[in-house]
């Protein structure tokens, strides 16, 4: 079945660091692939999405780009904010399967 | 504000009780989705409807039964409760099906059952 792998946390940066979260994930087909943010205490949102190989989703300054060939959509930013620190969900939609597959979250902390 | 709204925001209750959880989904969305957040089990898929119809089933127990309504707002049930229920339950929505639609989440119900 699907599945998605992404880096264990906590991640702790200090403001404008560099951040990645690496993402790999197994789906059959071609799935798209999502981030989403869950700030503290809050419900889930879209971070940014890509829909096929080679596509690059960006918002609000992070980015990550849909490589098919090993099977990875890596979260970056080039310098974080404190107001960044959440938790992070790699997720992809695949298939027939109209589901939300969720890696396990990774808990980032931006310190000023 | 993704435009989901969820009630109540927090239920305490007590083994083998039953409870419902409300969604109403984003204006003109058609397809309404059901999470379940653990610390053990992460994000986990329930169950979808789509315009009214029941179209996938995730990890979901016999105890849990969902209905979308006509109105297209959405109740969760579940019932004889046990301590391993207690989790933060996510309802979402979505305009369509296909796989590049995009879901939105509401803010969660937290259930904890004493």
């Known amino acids: 079945g699907d599945s998605v792998t992404q880096m264990e946390g906590p991640v702790t940066l200090s403001e404008e660091a560099f951040l990645t979260i690496n993402c790999t994930y197994t789906a059959t087909g071609y799935p798209s692939l999502f981030w989403y943010v869950q700030y503290p205490g809050e419900g889930l949102q879209l971070l940014l999405k890509a829909t096929k190989a080679d596509d690059k989703g960006s918002n609000k300054g992070f980015e990550a780009t849909y490589r098919k060939e090993t099977t990875s959509f890596h979260l970056e930013k080039g310098s974080v904010q404190v107001s960044d620190s959440a938790v992070y969900f790699c997720a992809l939609r695949g298939g027939s399967n109209y589901k939300l597959t969720f890696g396990k979250g990774t808990l980032l902390t931006v310190n000023p | 504000d993704s435009g989901v709204t969820q009630t109540p925001k927090h239920l305490i209750t007590a083994t083998g009780q039953r409870v419902t959880l409300r969604c109403s989904p984003r204006s003109g969305d058609l397809s309404v989705y059901w999470y379940q957040q653990s610390l053990d089990q992460g994000l986990q898929f329930l169950i979808q409807?789509?315009?009214?119809?029941?179209?996938a089933k995730g990890n979901i127990l016999e105890r849990f039964s969902a209905q979308q309504f006509p109105d297209l707002h959405s109740e969760l049930n579940l019932s004889s409760l046990e301590l391993g229920d207690s989790a933060l339950y996510f309802c979402?929505?979505?305009?369509?099906?296909?796989?590049?639609?995009?879901?939105?989440f509401g803010p969660g119900t937290r259930l904890t059952v004493t």
């Open positions: 409807y789509y315009n009214g119809e029941e179209r």
């Open positions: 979402a929505s979505s305009t369509g099906q296909g796989r590049s639609y995009e879901q939105y």
